[in-house]
């Protein structure tokens, strides 16, 4: 598994378009912070990889990192996949780069 820092995530989205970011938190987490990207649900998101398995790079992030990191471990794991990377320190390291994708309340 890859970790791509918050800056180094936020180059990879910039420069390609196979490049995408998956927040893994859940419903309830992303009325307090959003930030524009796919959202799907940690439980949910074995179920949809077939369907993006073909984006050379998928970043996953949940809060702090450590969710992804399990989710990142299942996926490689289950589905051999080797596109899987995880943002470090999740959206809160993304707050404080104040990314501008985030609304938080």
């Known amino acids: 598994m890859k970790i791509l820092s918050p800056e180094a995530a ?12 998956v927040d893994i938190r859940e419903p309830y987490e992303l009325l307090n912070c959003k930030i524009d990207c796919l959202a799907i649900p940690m439980a ?6 077939p369907s993006l398995h073909s ?3 998928i970043i996953l992030m949940c809060q702090s990192g450590k969710r992804a990191e399990a989710l990142a471990n ?7 996949a080797t596109n899987i990377c995880v943002l470090d320190g999740g959206i809160n390291a993304l707050i404080s780069q ?5 609304t938080c309340q």
Do not use: D, G, R
Request: net charge negative.
């Open 10 to 21: 936020l180059i990879a989205l910039q420069e390609s378009t196979q490049c995408l970011l």
């Open 44 to 49: 949910s998101f074995a179920a949809k990889y």
């Open 55 to 57: 984006y050379e790079q």
């Open 74 to 80: 299942f996926i490689e794991t289950e589905f051999n």
């Open 98 to 102: 104040n990314a501008p994708q985030i």
